[in-house]
């Protein structure tokens, strides 16, 4: 059995470390011939590799592969926890990549390469689209029926109440968020409303894949071939589940929302409960700021620093807006501040222009083709941000003034002290919401160039 690879040093400008493949190779009873990364993937790496078997024959898998070591990232949400989950649901009607190996010590999940496509917004004919998307409520609603005792985590008690097992899904991204060292005024307020809103149900406690819906599994020829990304899996309501295909919804506009939940339930046999959705989607949106919050605490030079600008605000404003719709404060428009031209805007416009005619059309790899148009988001956005942000602060500020009585020092400090009221039970958390939906449209000002038609997209209704 050949183990080493052919040629580790060709592997590509992202590669993979000589130990790693050695071991791909011997997961896979062969020899790596090839490894290619691939855009997405997410907080981990996707990389396409081909192994040579003895009989000379060809084999491509798909590595999932995070360099952080656990420690260093500060969640639990490793990539041995997410390989429970997947062996949980093999053999079930939930289509999932069958595993090939798991590095015993690296954070490395080796499988075999599902074919299929993950964009859904790349499906254009309307027949298909319904096709897939209630067939992936299908799959959803089977997940739900899988015995959850399949799972078998120390840290997930499929025997325990629902109420208890939410609760210690809150501690859990708490701790997520404490363990950064920085505050968020948005996620303590986020925190707050979920533990005290906790659904008062006691089941059924299900396999819960957590961000779940498009972009999360593979389609082709009008089916699911394989559920992808179980790393926020865990024991819960299924009503989680449904928030995050409301949530993944905003990004990728999935059918009607309405329709695919009805989907859902004559699959499942029982009715969806809309006022638990909109709890779930809270929490759903509470989590990915967590997640965000600590990459901004912890930036990642190398990482997809324009898509995190453009999702982190995007679901900064979702939160507000799944706040707002459970505490009964309405989207109000806000009136754009005028753009003022700066001295510098030639210079963002030559390396955009650079990076359109010049770098993507000559680059080759999807990868660097991915971060160019990611880097091009970070100019978009301070160009824009040159030309808002002062008049933006005055009026943020002036709306702090208003609730507080005094002006505060800084738009920092006014939210820190808003909340902090809204907390002690001195200011009403519509008036909260209401305030930090005015900030967070600012915010959305200035970023709009880079986020394009994501800055005006919206939960779609969850009612008919």
């Known amino acids: 059995m050949a183990t080493a690879t052919e040629n580790a040093t060709e592997l590509g400008a992202n590669t993979l470390s000589s130990e790693l ?28 590799v081909e192994v040579r078997g003895a009989d000379g024959a060809v084999r491509p898998l798909f590595l999932r592969y995070d360099r952080l070591d656990p420690e260093e990232k500060g969640d639990d949400f490793t990539l041995h926890r997410e390989a429970a989950f997947f062996r949980a649901l093999g053999g079930t009607a939930v289509p999932v990549p069958s595993i090939v190996g798991v590095h015993p010590v690296e954070q490395a999940i080796l499988s075999e ?66 363990d950064s060292g920085s505050s968020d005024p948005l996620i303590d307020l986020g925190l707050d409303w979920v ?66 939940f009805d989907d859902y339930a004559r699959v499942a046999g029982t009715d969806v409960d809309l006022d638990r959705v909109r709890f779930y989607r809270v929490l759903a949106e509470l989590r990915i700021v967590i997640l965000g919050h600590r990459r901004r605490t912890e930036p990642d030079l190398l990482g997809e620093v324009g898509n995190s600008l453009v999702y982190g605000l995007l679901h900064r404003r979702l939160l507000l807006e ?36 010049i770098i993507v059309p000559r680059s080759e790899d999807p990868f660097v083709i991915q971060r160019s148009k990611g880097l091009a988001r970070i100019l978009k956005h301070l160009r824009e941000a040159e030309s808002v942000s002062a008049p933006v602060e005055q009026r943020d500020l002036d709306d702090l003034e208003a609730v507080l009585d005094y002006r505060p ?22 008036t909260a919401v209401a305030t930090l939906l005015r900030q967070v449209a600012g915010e959305t000002q200035a970023l709009r160039p880079a986020m394009g038609v994501l800055a005006d997209r919206h939960f779609d209704p969850l009612e008919r």
Request: with cysteine.
């Open 322 to 357: 799944a706040l707002g719709d459970v505490v009964g404060v309405a989207i109000a428009d806000v009136e754009p501040v005028p753009s003022v031209p700066g001295e510098r805007d030639w210079l963002y416009g030559a390396a955009l222009e650079q990076i359109r005619q």
């Open 113 to 178: 390469l599902v074919p299929g496509q993950a964009r859904f917004s790349r499906l254009h004919d309307e027949g298909q689209r319904v096709s897939v998307a209630s067939d992936f409520m299908r799959i959803l609603a089977e997940m739900h029926r899988v015995d959850p005792h399949r799972l078998g985590l120390p840290d997930q008690d499929p025997d325990a109440d629902l109420r208890v097992l939410v609760h210690r899904e809150i501690d859990t991204w708490e701790k997520v968020y404490r």
């Open 409 to 430: 020092s800084s738009v920092a400090a006014g939210t820190a002290e808003l909340v902090r009221r809204c907390l002690e039970g001195t200011v009403p958390v519509e």
């Open 195 to 260: 533990r005290s809103h906790v659904p008062d149900v006691s089941g059924p406690v299900v396999i819960v894949q957590g961000d779940t819906g498009p972009g999360n599994f593979l389609y082709e020829n009008g089916k699911v071939t394989a559920v992808l990304d179980l790393e926020l899996g865990h024991l819960g309501d299924p009503h989680d589940d449904l928030a995050w295909v409301s949530v993944r919804a905003v990004q990728e506009p999935f059918t009607n929302l309405v329709e695919r």
């Open 21 to 48: 493949v050695d071991w791909v190779g011997d997961a896979a009873n062969g020899t790596v011939i090839s490894a290619d990364r691939r855009p997405g993937g997410g907080r981990r790496e996707a990389w396409v």
